[in-house]
């Protein structure tokens, strides 16, 4: 263990009194305010979007990274702007093509020690940044009309798993969600049909619905655009 490591789990343990504990999380709790507020201010004006989120890791030369490239072109050809974490990889892709294709290009970036500095792509005006995980996720799925997970690693499946729960639960409306890679994701859906649906019980059968798998560029943007077909549904150019 580094010596930072150290000394944090030792800052986090230290002895507080009581006041010093009240202060410091009343002071948090405005802080957690105005990333909410300055949040909702500014994307309550940018209008339909997809949220598409995968790894920070992958390299422009990456096949994954062209794919997302190459949805978030397409999203915004049928009228939908593009929502992504703001970093590089394939963030960075989705972005690229988002401004390629001349729609609205979103990115919440989140304050990290070791990563992460706002990609070139973004709209200028559309850059968010947060200090908290949980603030980011909550306008990730309050703005998006729907959900893409290309390949990524512990923050992509957090950010899949917590939007299914969401809609498994009804806490929000159902959108879709489609995971980009067969070839990426199909270990992760064999264990879940396997050891949560059939030996545990842990979900229903109906839940393997909330989600759709796809290789293509054009199965994910039409997944989308067939899901609000079927309401009558479209957004606004």
Not at 11 to 29: C, G, H, P, R, Y
Not at 75 to 93: D, K, R, S
Not at 101 to 106: A, I, L, M, Q
């Amino acid at each position: 263990m580094t010596q930072d490591k150290e000394e944090k789990i030792r800052k986090a343990f230290a002895q507080k009194d009581w006041n010093n504990v009240k202060a410091s999380d009343s002071w948090q709790i405005f802080k957690i305010m105005s990333e909410f507020v300055n949040g909702f201010e500014k994307m309550q004006q940018i209008g339909p979007c997809v949220s598409i989120f995968g790894s920070a890791r992958t390299k422009p030369d990456n096949k994954y990274y062209i794919l997302a490239e190459e949805i978030a072109y397409k999203l915004t050809q049928q009228g939908y702007g593009v929502i992504t974490g703001g970093g590089p990889g394939i963030m960075e892709a989705a972005n690229k093509g988002a401004k390629r294709g001349k729609g609205n290009s979103v990115g919440l970036n989140i304050d990290l020690p070791f990563e992460q500095k706002p990609n070139e792509y973004i709209d200028r005006d559309k850059s968010i940044d947060f200090n908290y995980f949980f603030v980011r996720k909550t306008i990730f799925l309050k703005y998006s009309q729907g959900f893409i997970g290309m390949p990524g690693g512990f923050g992509t499946i957090d950010e899949l798993f917590e939007s299914l729960t969401l809609v498994q639960t009804n806490k929000i409306a159902e959108f879709p969600v489609v995971l980009v890679g067969r070839e990426y994701w199909t270990g992760l859906i064999a264990w879940i049909k396997k050891t949560m649906l059939h030996e545990e019980h842990n979900i229903n059968e109906e839940d393997l619905e909330l989600f759709k798998i796809v290789d293509t560029a054009d199965e994910a943007v039409k997944h989308i655009v067939d899901f609000y077909s079927k309401y009558m549904l479209k957004p606004n150019f």
